[in-house]
């Protein structure tokens, strides 16, 4: 077959992908398309065709099988979403955030809401609006934390805003939609490593089969493949020098050594314009086959996935699960004690960020976003204003409305120990890396809640975010001088890991001070 065909062959199958993966998600079955692969490949050697260029057809992206799932399938309908009903998604946030049930449940049904609008038929789905929230509570008690959650669970487009962002000197109002193009962004980001990760497991194989194609030579047989493919799988030809001949901006911040040099006796030299013939300005480089595998493996996602499918992807991803949060909007509202007339600055920045949450179309660089659907959760403390006194139209917007508390001294003492991954557990995980095992006991954590609790009551209430500051102020000391400690420790004798255990007193030590003067506790901790 001419190198012609085989490109045009490439390019109508790149194409092909390209328009499924525009009018539905791309699902590879990457098993059907390497048995093909194979396939193809042992019938060119078989065939006698054994050219390289020959076998490279093989591994085209003809081989891909794509699965069109339908529309109504979109977003929301997989098993996986299938199976997020509310209470799973408070099981799942219940890991990571203490108490504030009462929002944590508003957003697992606000989700499954989408879900259920996603099943629902044109035109009703499209009447029924999300049901955005707005979370009223003190700072550092969990309302980022809850909506960040949420999008990671469902793997959403997500991004948190401050309001006041937008009273700032300078601000033009048309910057509002500067939210949308960010959501943009972080969908992008997210499509790319979905989509990467679904063809990972095929392009790993076409790596693999495009590098064994030329190191096993033309006509080599079954066997000598096989032994050659087990070499590379268990990385033994990693460090052989092949030359590649790459496109001139392949593997841009890579490093790649561009000294050359004499190619050592053992060295694989490869005429790599077979392996990359139609890529347009190219550079002859020599590296190893290791660090060749990372520049291929570009290349060939770049031909899987144009930019132009990603951005679709990810726009469709943002209108449908689209995640934006709005901080601090009780600070753009005026409270009507106060209020004579209109607000100019606040009550502006309110009727800015009315079109987006009310539902129109922002044009980014990668195209229009339709808002309609993008869910919204506005918070505050509201201290001074009211959520009433927001403009009606942005009420009516922000249907749900739900209250946090805030932390008691038993709701940091389980912040400190409750959630996956929490503090404690992150303070013994990075003095683990020194060699050192971190003990608190639990007379000290509960010292550290009810200082914490104390700080936050005399000095500024920050909630959770005190936590940090404490805990840091109390391994201050070992986090400065742990390596030393384990090298003594080491050098006196000692075997596996040093123990250090963190009780009352050490806490006291660390803070007491502190503690007395209010002024040095405001400053330091
Ligand atoms: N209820 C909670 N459970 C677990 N962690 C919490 C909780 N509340 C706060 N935190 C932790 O405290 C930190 C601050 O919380 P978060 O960002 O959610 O505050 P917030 O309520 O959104 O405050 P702000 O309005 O000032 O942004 C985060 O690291 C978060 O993990």
Not at 3 to 31: Q, T, Y
Not at 183 to 212: C, H, P, S
Not at 419 to 433: G, Y
Request: with cysteine; net charge neutral.
């Amino acid at each position: 077959m001419s190198r012609r065909r085989i490109f045009s062959l490439v390019d109508r199958a790149r194409a092909g992908v390209e328009r499924v993966v525009d009018r539905a998600r791309v699902d590879v079955d990457v098993r059907t398309a390497t048995a093909r692969m194979r396939m193809r490949s042992t019938r060119a050697r078989g065939g006698g065709s054994s050219s390289a260029i020959g076998r490279r057809k093989s591994a085209t992206p003809s081989a891909v099988r794509v699965t069109v799932i339908e529309d109504d399938a979109r977003g929301g309908g997989g098993d996986a979403e299938r199976s997020l009903t509310p209470v799973a998604t408070m099981a799942l946030l219940d890991r990571h955030i203490v108490g504030q049930g009462e929002a944590k449940r508003a957003c697992a049904v606000a989700l499954r809401n989408r879900w259920r609008r996603h099943r629902i038929e044109s035109p009703m789905r499209e009447e029924i609006a999300p049901k955005n929230i707005l979370m009223i509570g003190p700072t550092g008690c969990g309302k980022t934390e809850i909506a960040r959650r949420l999008a990671k669970i469902t793997d959403s487009p997500f991004v948190k805003v401050e309001a006041t962002k937008f009273t700032e000197v300078g601000f033009h109002g048309r910057d509002v939609d500067q939210i949308i193009r960010d959501l943009v962004d972080n969908g992008i980001a997210l499509t790319k490593q979905k989509m990467r990760a679904k063809f990972e497991k095929y392009v790993e194989e076409l790596i693999e089969n495009k590098i064994l194609d030329f190191i096993c030579g033309e006509g080599a047989n079954d066997e000598t493949r096989e032994a050659f493919r087990s070499l590379y799988r268990d990385g033994t030809l990693d460090d052989r020098m092949i030359e590649v001949d790459l496109p001139d901006n392949a593997g841009q911040g890579m490093k790649i050594d561009p000294s050359g040099g004499p190619i050592p006796i053992h060295e694989l030299v490869i005429k790599v314009d077979k392996l990359f013939g139609n890529r347009k300005s190219t550079t002859k480089r020599k590296m190893t086959v290791a660090e060749c595998k990372p520049l291929i493996e570009e290349m060939e996602f770049d031909n899987l996935l144009s930019a132009e499918t990603i951005a679709k992807e990810a726009i469709t991803s943002v209108e449908n699960d689209g995640i934006v949060f709005i901080d601090e909007i009780d600070k753009i509202v005026s409270s009507s004690d106060y209020r004579h007339g209109a607000d100019a600055s606040s009550e502006g920045v309110q009727r800015d960020l009315l079109p987006i949450i009310e539902g129109s179309v922002v044009s980014t660089k990668h195209g229009n976003v339709n808002t309609d659907h993008i869910l919204f959760v506005c918070s505050g403390a509201f201290h001074s204003a009211k959520p009433s006194d927001m403009l009606a139209e942005l009420q009516g917007r922000l249907p749900i409305r739900v209250e946090l508390k805030g932390l008691s001294e038993h709701d940091l003492y389980r912040i400190l120990t409750e959630p996956e991954m929490n503090m404690i557990a992150q303070q013994k995980a990075l003095m683990k890396t020194e060699g050192i095992d971190l003990v608190f006991t639990n007379e000290a954590i509960e010292h550290i809640a009810k200082l914490a609790h104390k700080v936050n009551k005399t000095v500024e209430n920050i909630g959770a975010r005190r936590l940090h500051t404490v805990l840091e102020r109390i391994v201050e000391e070992l986090s400065f001088s742990a390596p030393e400690k384990y090298t003594k420790f080491i050098a006196d004798g000692g075997a596996g890991e040093l123990v250090v255990t963190i009780d009352v007193k050490d806490v006291d030590e660390a803070l007491g001070s502190m503690l007395k003067k209010d002024d040095l506790s405001r400053f330091v901790l």
